[in-house]
Protein backbone atom coordinates (compact mmCIF):
# COMPACT_ATOMS: atom_id res chain seq x y z
CA UNK A 1 0.00 0.00 0.00
CA UNK A 2 1.37 3.63 -0.87
CA UNK A 3 2.56 5.66 2.15
CA UNK A 4 0.52 8.86 3.36
CA UNK A 5 1.93 11.91 1.29
CA UNK A 6 3.50 14.71 3.60
CA UNK A 7 1.83 18.04 2.45
CA UNK A 8 2.55 20.06 5.58
CA UNK A 9 5.11 19.69 7.40
CA UNK A 10 4.46 21.58 10.80
CA UNK A 11 5.47 22.13 14.59
CA UNK A 12 2.45 21.04 15.98
CA UNK A 13 2.94 18.48 17.96
CA UNK A 14 5.93 19.96 19.37
CA UNK A 15 4.55 22.88 20.41
CA UNK A 16 1.41 21.14 22.43
CA UNK A 17 3.82 18.78 24.10
CA UNK A 18 5.66 21.82 24.93
CA UNK A 19 2.27 23.21 26.46
CA UNK A 20 1.73 19.43 28.46
CA UNK A 21 -1.47 19.43 26.34
CA UNK A 22 -2.83 15.43 25.09
CA UNK A 23 -3.70 14.83 21.52
CA UNK A 24 -7.24 14.43 22.51
CA UNK A 25 -7.28 17.75 24.26
CA UNK A 26 -7.06 19.34 21.32
CA UNK A 27 -9.10 17.42 19.27
CA UNK A 28 -11.97 18.26 21.50
CA UNK A 29 -11.35 21.97 21.43
CA UNK A 30 -10.61 22.03 17.89
CA UNK A 31 -13.74 20.22 17.10
CA UNK A 32 -11.51 17.41 15.17
CA UNK A 33 -10.76 13.87 15.40
CA UNK A 34 -8.11 12.17 17.24
CA UNK A 35 -7.49 10.44 13.70
CA UNK A 36 -7.46 14.11 11.95
CA UNK A 37 -5.18 15.39 14.57
CA UNK A 38 -2.58 12.80 14.22
CA UNK A 39 -2.55 13.25 10.57
CA UNK A 40 -2.16 17.13 10.71
CA UNK A 41 0.86 16.79 13.24
CA UNK A 42 2.36 13.92 11.04
CA UNK A 43 1.98 16.79 8.37
CA UNK A 44 -0.25 13.91 5.97
CA UNK A 45 -3.72 16.21 6.14
CA UNK A 46 -4.70 19.59 5.16
CA UNK A 47 -5.84 22.07 7.34
CA UNK A 48 -7.59 25.04 5.86
CA UNK A 49 -7.22 28.68 7.49
CA UNK A 50 -9.73 28.10 10.04
CA UNK A 51 -8.50 24.91 11.29
CA UNK A 52 -5.19 26.62 11.44
CA UNK A 53 -6.18 29.84 13.06
CA UNK A 54 -8.07 27.77 15.62
CA UNK A 55 -5.39 25.41 16.79
CA UNK A 56 -2.89 28.55 16.91
CA UNK A 57 -5.25 29.98 19.16
CA UNK A 58 -5.70 26.49 21.32
CA UNK A 59 -2.01 26.28 21.67
CA UNK A 60 -1.44 29.90 22.36
CA UNK A 61 1.09 29.89 20.14
CA UNK A 62 1.87 32.00 16.47
CA UNK A 63 1.51 31.40 12.77
CA UNK A 64 4.64 31.27 12.39
CA UNK A 65 6.01 29.07 15.32
CA UNK A 66 3.83 26.01 13.51
CA UNK A 67 5.66 26.27 10.16
CA UNK A 68 8.95 24.66 10.57
CA UNK A 69 12.10 26.64 9.72
CA UNK A 70 15.53 25.72 8.87
CA UNK A 71 16.72 25.86 12.14
CA UNK A 72 13.89 23.54 14.22
CA UNK A 73 14.99 20.10 14.84
CA UNK A 74 11.90 18.47 12.96
CA UNK A 75 13.79 19.94 10.09
CA UNK A 76 16.16 17.09 9.56
CA UNK A 77 13.52 14.50 10.21
CA UNK A 78 11.87 16.15 7.37
CA UNK A 79 15.00 16.82 5.10
CA UNK A 80 15.54 12.24 5.36
CA UNK A 81 12.15 11.49 5.07
CA UNK A 82 11.80 13.79 2.11
CA UNK A 83 14.88 12.72 0.34
CA UNK A 84 14.15 8.90 1.13
CA UNK A 85 10.73 9.79 -1.12
CA UNK A 86 12.50 11.30 -3.72
CA UNK A 87 14.93 8.48 -3.84
CA UNK A 88 11.91 6.17 -4.06
CA UNK A 89 10.26 8.24 -6.13
CA UNK A 90 13.43 7.71 -8.81
CA UNK A 91 13.82 4.13 -8.60
CA UNK A 92 10.56 3.24 -8.48
CA UNK A 93 9.49 4.95 -11.58
CA UNK A 94 7.14 7.47 -10.68
CA UNK A 95 8.80 10.06 -12.52
CA UNK A 96 8.65 8.00 -15.90
CA UNK A 97 4.90 7.01 -15.49
CA UNK A 98 3.77 10.87 -14.39
CA UNK A 99 5.39 11.97 -17.28
CA UNK A 100 3.68 9.41 -19.43
CA UNK A 101 0.24 10.37 -18.16
CA UNK A 102 0.93 14.02 -19.16
CA UNK A 103 2.06 13.26 -22.68
CA UNK A 104 -0.79 10.97 -22.82
CA UNK A 105 -3.36 13.48 -21.49
CA UNK A 106 -1.69 16.46 -23.84
CA UNK A 107 -2.29 13.83 -26.68
CA UNK A 108 -5.88 13.29 -25.87
CA UNK A 109 -6.45 17.04 -25.53
CA UNK A 110 -8.08 17.20 -22.06
CA UNK A 111 -7.05 19.54 -19.72
CA UNK A 112 -5.62 18.31 -16.48
CA UNK A 113 -9.00 19.36 -14.78
CA UNK A 114 -11.09 17.03 -16.88
CA UNK A 115 -8.21 14.37 -16.94
CA UNK A 116 -8.42 14.40 -12.98
CA UNK A 117 -12.50 14.41 -13.19
CA UNK A 118 -12.28 11.26 -15.69
CA UNK A 119 -10.39 9.58 -13.37
CA UNK A 120 -12.17 10.46 -10.27
CA UNK A 121 -9.67 11.86 -8.51
CA UNK A 122 -9.34 15.45 -7.16
CA UNK A 123 -7.20 18.04 -8.93
CA UNK A 124 -4.20 17.95 -6.49
CA UNK A 125 -3.96 14.37 -6.20
CA UNK A 126 -4.35 13.85 -10.27
CA UNK A 127 -1.51 16.83 -10.47
CA UNK A 128 1.20 15.22 -7.71
CA UNK A 129 0.71 11.63 -10.09
CA UNK A 130 2.01 13.57 -13.53
CA UNK A 131 5.02 15.46 -11.52
CA UNK A 132 5.70 12.10 -9.99
CA UNK A 133 5.57 13.19 -6.46
CA UNK A 134 3.05 10.86 -5.80
CA UNK A 135 2.89 6.76 -4.81
CA UNK A 136 -0.26 5.30 -6.52
CA UNK A 137 -2.72 2.75 -4.88
CA UNK A 138 -3.36 -0.14 -7.36
CA UNK A 139 -6.70 0.52 -7.06
CA UNK A 140 -6.10 3.66 -8.95
CA UNK A 141 -4.54 2.12 -11.54
CA UNK A 142 -7.44 0.76 -13.60
CA UNK A 143 -9.66 4.19 -13.44
CA UNK A 144 -6.36 5.91 -14.78
CA UNK A 145 -6.61 4.20 -17.80
CA UNK A 146 -10.15 3.88 -18.25
CA UNK A 147 -10.27 7.61 -18.30
CA UNK A 148 -8.13 8.01 -21.37
CA UNK A 149 -10.47 4.52 -22.98
CA UNK A 150 -7.50 1.69 -21.88
CA UNK A 151 -7.17 -1.36 -20.15
CA UNK A 152 -4.24 -1.63 -17.61
CA UNK A 153 -1.80 -3.01 -19.95
CA UNK A 154 -2.30 -0.67 -22.48
CA UNK A 155 -1.37 2.33 -20.27
CA UNK A 156 1.86 0.49 -19.08
CA UNK A 157 2.65 -0.32 -22.47
CA UNK A 158 1.87 3.36 -23.89
CA UNK A 159 3.97 4.84 -21.02
CA UNK A 160 6.51 2.46 -22.16
CA UNK A 161 7.24 3.11 -25.42
CA UNK A 162 7.13 6.63 -24.92
CA UNK A 163 10.25 6.09 -22.70
CA UNK A 164 11.84 4.36 -24.71
CA UNK A 165 11.41 7.08 -27.47
CA UNK A 166 12.70 9.25 -25.53
CA UNK A 167 10.12 12.04 -25.31
CA UNK A 168 9.74 11.58 -21.36
CA UNK A 169 12.81 12.81 -21.03
CA UNK A 170 12.60 16.55 -21.55
CA UNK A 171 9.54 16.41 -19.10
CA UNK A 172 11.29 15.12 -16.29
CA UNK A 173 13.82 17.28 -16.35
CA UNK A 174 11.06 20.36 -16.08
CA UNK A 175 9.93 18.55 -13.12
CA UNK A 176 13.25 18.35 -11.21
CA UNK A 177 13.85 21.88 -11.57
CA UNK A 178 10.36 23.41 -11.17
CA UNK A 179 9.54 21.57 -7.67
CA UNK A 180 11.29 23.24 -5.03
CA UNK A 181 10.86 23.36 -1.29
CA UNK A 182 9.08 26.71 0.33
CA UNK A 183 7.72 25.37 4.04
CA UNK A 184 8.37 28.71 4.91
CA UNK A 185 8.02 32.06 2.84
CA UNK A 186 11.56 33.47 2.44
CA UNK A 187 13.16 30.38 4.75
CA UNK A 188 13.34 27.16 2.46
CA UNK A 189 15.19 24.41 3.36
CA UNK A 190 17.97 24.30 0.93
CA UNK A 191 18.04 21.83 -1.96
CA UNK A 192 15.24 19.83 -0.97
CA UNK A 193 12.09 18.81 -3.07
CA UNK A 194 9.02 18.85 -1.46
CA UNK A 195 5.36 17.92 -2.16
CA UNK A 196 3.01 20.09 -1.27
CA UNK A 197 5.36 22.84 -0.18
CA UNK A 198 3.61 25.34 -2.00
CA UNK A 199 0.39 24.36 -0.34
CA UNK A 200 2.23 25.52 3.15
CA UNK A 201 3.60 29.02 2.07
CA UNK A 202 0.25 29.86 0.23
CA UNK A 203 -1.48 28.98 3.86
CA UNK A 204 0.89 30.95 5.72
CA UNK A 205 0.49 33.87 3.59
CA UNK A 206 -3.48 33.75 3.43
CA UNK A 207 -4.19 33.03 7.08
CA UNK A 208 -1.50 35.75 7.53
CA UNK A 209 -3.50 38.45 6.11
CA UNK A 210 -6.43 37.63 8.16
CA UNK A 211 -4.41 38.30 11.51
CA UNK A 212 -4.08 41.66 13.15
CA UNK A 213 -1.37 41.81 16.15
CA UNK A 214 -2.79 42.48 20.08
CA UNK A 215 -0.80 45.23 20.80
CA UNK A 216 -1.80 45.96 24.50
CA UNK A 217 -4.06 44.45 27.54
CA UNK A 218 -5.09 46.56 30.51
CA UNK A 219 -2.83 46.61 33.02
CA UNK A 220 -3.59 48.73 35.94
CA UNK A 221 -5.48 52.42 35.41
CA UNK A 222 -3.80 51.74 31.73
CA UNK A 223 -3.05 49.77 28.95
CA UNK A 224 0.04 47.78 28.89
CA UNK A 225 1.47 48.61 25.37
CA UNK A 226 3.89 46.11 22.95
CA UNK A 227 4.80 46.36 19.48
CA UNK A 228 5.21 42.65 19.24
CA UNK A 229 3.15 39.98 17.19
CA UNK A 230 3.06 37.06 20.08
CA UNK A 231 -0.60 37.41 20.69
CA UNK A 232 -2.48 37.90 17.26
CA UNK A 233 -6.58 37.85 16.82
CA UNK A 234 -8.38 37.61 13.49
CA UNK A 235 -8.99 40.72 12.00
CA UNK A 236 -12.57 41.91 11.04
CA UNK A 237 -13.40 41.23 7.13
CA UNK A 238 -13.46 44.54 6.21
CA UNK A 239 -10.00 44.94 7.52
CA UNK A 240 -7.94 41.98 6.13
CA UNK A 241 -4.66 42.54 4.18
CA UNK A 242 -4.57 46.73 5.68
CA UNK A 243 -1.51 47.55 6.81
CA UNK A 244 -0.86 49.29 9.85
CA UNK A 245 -3.56 47.76 11.69
CA UNK A 246 -3.16 46.61 15.21
CA UNK A 247 -5.87 45.86 17.89
CA UNK A 248 -5.54 46.65 21.75
CA UNK A 249 -7.74 45.72 24.72
CA UNK A 250 -9.24 48.37 26.44
CA UNK A 251 -9.60 49.47 30.08
CA UNK A 252 -13.46 50.19 29.43
CA UNK A 253 -13.64 51.39 32.87
CA UNK A 254 -11.37 54.46 31.79
CA UNK A 255 -14.05 55.13 29.11
CA UNK A 256 -17.19 55.74 31.43
CA UNK A 257 -19.36 52.61 29.58
CA UNK A 258 -18.55 54.84 26.01
CA UNK A 259 -16.97 50.92 24.98
CA UNK A 260 -18.62 47.47 26.24
CA UNK A 261 -16.42 45.14 28.17
CA UNK A 262 -15.30 42.14 26.45
CA UNK A 263 -14.61 44.14 23.46
CA UNK A 264 -11.22 44.94 20.83
CA UNK A 265 -10.18 48.54 19.91
CA UNK A 266 -9.11 47.97 16.56
CA UNK A 267 -6.56 51.09 15.24
CA UNK A 268 -4.65 52.29 12.78
CA UNK A 269 -0.51 53.09 13.28
CA UNK A 270 -0.53 54.78 9.74
CA UNK A 271 -3.78 57.37 10.42
CA UNK A 272 -2.91 59.97 12.97
CA UNK A 273 -6.16 61.01 15.11
CA UNK A 274 -7.69 64.24 14.52
CA UNK A 275 -9.63 66.59 17.09
CA UNK A 276 -13.27 64.21 17.74
CA UNK A 277 -11.67 60.97 16.42
CA UNK A 278 -11.04 58.22 19.03
CA UNK A 279 -7.43 57.24 19.22
CA UNK A 280 -4.87 54.77 20.66
CA UNK A 281 -2.53 57.68 23.01
CA UNK A 282 1.09 56.70 23.81
CA UNK A 283 3.22 59.19 25.82
CA UNK A 284 6.36 57.86 23.54
CA UNK A 285 7.48 58.00 19.22
CA UNK A 286 5.33 54.82 18.12
CA UNK A 287 7.64 54.69 15.33
CA UNK A 288 11.14 54.54 17.72
CA UNK A 289 9.41 51.89 20.06
CA UNK A 290 11.08 48.38 20.12
CA UNK A 291 9.44 45.38 20.25
CA UNK A 292 11.07 44.45 23.45
CA UNK A 293 9.86 47.65 25.16
CA UNK A 294 6.56 47.93 27.21
CA UNK A 295 4.99 51.23 27.48
CA UNK A 296 1.39 52.95 28.67
CA UNK A 297 -1.12 53.59 26.58
CA UNK A 298 -4.83 55.17 27.03
CA UNK A 299 -7.43 55.02 24.93
CA UNK A 300 -8.74 58.84 24.53
CA UNK A 301 -10.97 61.43 22.47
CA UNK A 302 -8.67 64.24 21.16
CA UNK A 303 -9.57 67.61 21.56
CA UNK A 304 -8.23 70.56 21.04
CA UNK A 305 -8.54 73.60 23.71
CA UNK A 306 -9.28 77.36 22.98
CA UNK A 307 -5.14 78.03 22.36
CA UNK A 308 -5.20 74.89 19.53
CA UNK A 309 -3.37 72.66 21.89
CA UNK A 310 -4.13 69.16 21.10
CA UNK A 311 -5.20 66.95 23.97
CA UNK A 312 -6.47 63.39 24.79
CA UNK A 313 -9.75 63.33 27.10
CA UNK A 314 -9.93 59.99 29.26
CA UNK A 315 -13.74 60.06 30.98
CA UNK A 316 -13.46 57.90 33.96
CA UNK A 317 -11.91 59.45 36.14
CA UNK A 318 -11.79 62.49 34.06
CA UNK A 319 -8.35 63.10 32.65
CA UNK A 320 -6.21 65.22 30.29
CA UNK A 321 -3.38 63.57 28.41
CA UNK A 322 -0.33 65.44 25.99
CA UNK A 323 0.31 62.07 23.80
CA UNK A 324 3.37 62.16 21.57
CA UNK A 325 1.07 59.57 19.52
CA UNK A 326 -2.26 59.39 18.86
CA UNK A 327 -3.56 56.65 16.53
CA UNK A 328 -7.49 56.57 15.07
CA UNK A 329 -9.47 53.70 16.44
CA UNK A 330 -11.53 52.89 13.25
CA UNK A 331 -13.67 49.74 14.25
CA UNK A 332 -14.84 48.48 18.33
CA UNK A 333 -15.49 44.80 18.18
CA UNK A 334 -17.27 42.72 20.62
CA UNK A 335 -15.21 39.54 21.90
Request: hydrophobic residues 40%; positive net charge.
Amino acid sequence: MAQEEIIFPNNIRNIRLAKGMKMTDLARRADLSLSAVSKIEKGVRRLNQKQLLRICNILGCKLSDVFIKESDAVADQWQSEIKRRLSDNENSGLKVFGSGMRKIRQQSGKTIAQAAKDAGMTLSVYHKIEVGQREIYKNEIEPLAASFAMKTEELFDKIANLYKSGELNKHISKVKERVKSVLVPGNPLSGIDMQGSLYGAKLYDSARKKLVPVFGTPSGKAIAFNKSDSAMIIAPSELEGRKGIYAIMPNTKRMGGMIPEKSYIFADALTQAKPGDLAVCLDVDFDTLGTDETVNAQVAIIKQDSRGKVLGHILGPDEKITPKTMHKVIMVVME
